[in-house]
């Protein structure tokens, strides 16, 4: 299993700010994913993150809105850029072992974003 | 695409057992059937998950179809902790080594003591 940590719990930031969300993992694992979860919607994969090598981003995020940083096997850092009130989500990190598809995927408590 | 269908909402009654379809049918034969669970402000957790035989763990059954088109989940006693958001997925390789959880709507569940 792993524990997952995400800080911080929750924010309120202004609009044109930006915020990093830091994702501490209590093991080493080769990916990490972050997923943003909008208002009463279900969760949307926003890029995999790798140790060593660049994210991977979804069709319709990018990197220059959402840096992702992975210096180590254990840590990886979101930052959501030059927020508006459409930025206001639930931002989750996720993490899984091996890549396998017959393991299970755990993931953090979220951060709850508002944008004023 | 990885698509799975589910009804919206349902409802059980408590220590009643609970059958949460899932329809699945583009399934391929590598594909792994997962649920997981969303309790209110919390992150999605694990439930379970199978091939092509049904599966049983401490917190539910699976039910998988014979073709593999569809699946069920069973609680077998729904408590008030139960009441939940639940994610059918079906988790495939993406390549290189990772893979991918793709969550619909999910379907959720309430539980009327």
């Known amino acids: 299993s792993a524990v997952i940590s995400q800080k911080p719990s929750r924010d309120i930031c202004q609009r044109g700010t930006s915020l990093t969300i830091q994702c501490q993992v209590d093991?080493?694992?080769?990916?990490m994913f972050w997923y943003r979860q909008q208002p009463g919607q279900s969760l949307t994969l926003i890029a995999t993150?790798?140790?060593?090598?660049?994210?991977?981003?979804e069709s319709g995020f990018v990197i220059d809105k959402f840096p992702i940083s992975r210096p180590n096997l254990t840590f990886s850092t979101l930052t959501v850029s030059n927020m508006s009130p459409e930025d206001s989500s639930i931002y989750l990190c996720?993490?899984?072992?091996?890549?396998?598809?017959?393991?299970?995927?755990?993931f953090g408590q979220g951060t709850r974003l508002t944008v004023v | 695409d990885a698509k799975t269908t589910q009804p919206n909402s349902m409802e059980s009654n408590e220590e009643e057992p609970v059958h949460l379809p899932c329809n699945h049918s583009?399934?391929?034969?590598?594909?792994?059937i997962h649920w997981y669970r969303q309790l209110p402000s919390q992150g999605p957790e694990y439930v379970i998950h199978?091939?092509?035989s049904n599966v049983n763990n401490r917190m539910a059954s699976l039910a998988i179809a014979e073709d593999r088109k569809s699946s069920t989940l069973i609680l077998h006693r729904a408590t008030l902790r139960d009441a939940a958001v639940y994610y059918c997925?079906?988790?495939?390789?993406?390549?290189?080594?990772?893979?991918?959880?793709?969550f619909g709507k999910g379907t959720k569940l309430s539980v009327i003591p």
């Open positions: 093991s080493q694992v080769t990916m």
């Open positions: 993150a790798n140790q060593g090598s660049e994210a991977t981003y």
């Open positions: 583009t399934i391929s034969g590598t594909d792994y």
């Open positions: 997925i079906l988790k495939r390789d993406s390549g290189a080594g990772s893979y991918q959880l793709t």
């Open positions: 996720s993490v899984g072992h091996g890549g396998r598809r017959d393991t299970e995927a755990f």
């Open positions: 199978g091939l092509t």
